[in-house]
């Protein structure tokens, strides 16, 4: 595989193409989630999924932040076109994009490093408890969000979240939505380490971290993977994000008020459906590994 470029997601070889570099690449825009980040998104994953070579991957984020989430000035625009029916079909493909995407990758074999190089909320955080390995930043905050926009959570937060941190703790996360300083999420275990590091050496210092787990990592995750026929993501796409965007708030469709209050993720839902998809697996640990 050769270093890539659909300009909005990079992907770059290291460790002589043992090791892909997924880079979100739309920092003027806080690496916010739109149709077509979402597709580029689509394309880099099945670039690297097609490579055997490969044994881990190392997501990050391009510039101060890692991952905003979906785009709000989208969604505002959807909900003010005056089509009743446009936001909920963005969300729903947006989310349709965005979790077969983390599916593929999750269930590919290799390792999933996030470098949380800045603020990772919404799908942000999905994507960070999504990697079999965190780390961070000092400024990585993490902002679940959901709740308090009368959302669901989405990007398979629901399923990975509680693996770290246990289900009672990430359900008091997820309804609370207030941040989680980098010092917190790694006594949570969401991160692995805060590593002070400048923008330039801070991939090749979480590299150098990682390094000695990628020979054995691909073969131990394989090892160690339970309960097939429970993915993580598509368990609460089936939840959630699929079942047509039904939450609903004082008769209002919750994401798009969340909208109308300048902000909102990739899907609309009741929060009792996201507990109950986040219930639906006993697999321990963060992603497949841990």
Request: hydrophobic fraction near 45%.
């Amino acid at each position: 595989m050769n270093a890539t470029n659909t300009q909005l997601v990079l992907v770059e070889e290291r460790y002589d193409g043992r090791v892909a570099l997924l880079i979100l690449n739309r920092p003027d825009a806080t690496n916010a989630i739109d149709d077509d980040m979402a597709l580029a998104i689509e394309a880099a994953v099945a670039t690297i999924t097609a490579s055997p070579r490969i044994e881990a991957v190392v997501l990050t984020g391009a510039g101060r932040i890692f991952c905003s989430g979906g785009d709000v000035g989208v969604f505002k625009a959807a909900l003010d076109s005056g089509d009743d029916g446009e936001l909920a079909r963005l969300l729903d493909r947006l989310a349709t994009r965005i979790h077969g995407a983390l599916e593929a990758l999750v269930n590919a074999g290799p390792l999933l490093i996030a470098a949380v190089n800045g603020p990772a909320t919404g799908a942000g955080l999905g994507f960070v408890c999504a990697c079999d390995f965190a780390y961070a930043k000092p400024s990585a905050t993490l902002r679940p969000g959901f709740s308090k926009l009368g959302l669901s959570p989405d990007t398979g937060t629901t399923q990975f979240l509680p693996r770290i941190v246990g289900a009672r703790k990430a359900l008091e996360l997820l309804i609370r939505g207030d941040a989680i300083t980098p010092e917190a999420a790694t006594q949570l275990d969401i991160y692995n380490e805060v590593i002070e590091a400048d923008d330039a050496a801070f991939i090749d210092v979480v590299l150098e971290r990682v390094k000695p787990l990628i020979a054995s990592g691909r073969a131990a995750c394989e090892n160690a993977a339970a309960d097939p026929d429970d993915d993580g993501a598509g368990t609460e796409r089936s939840a959630g994000s699929r079942a047509g965007f039904a939450g609903r708030t004082g008769g209002q469709p919750a994401g798009d008020r969340a909208v109308e209050e300048g902000a909102g993720p990739l899907a609309a839902g009741g929060f009792s459906a996201a507990r109950g998809s986040g219930a639906a697996s006993n697999r321990s640990g963060r992603g497949r590994c841990r």
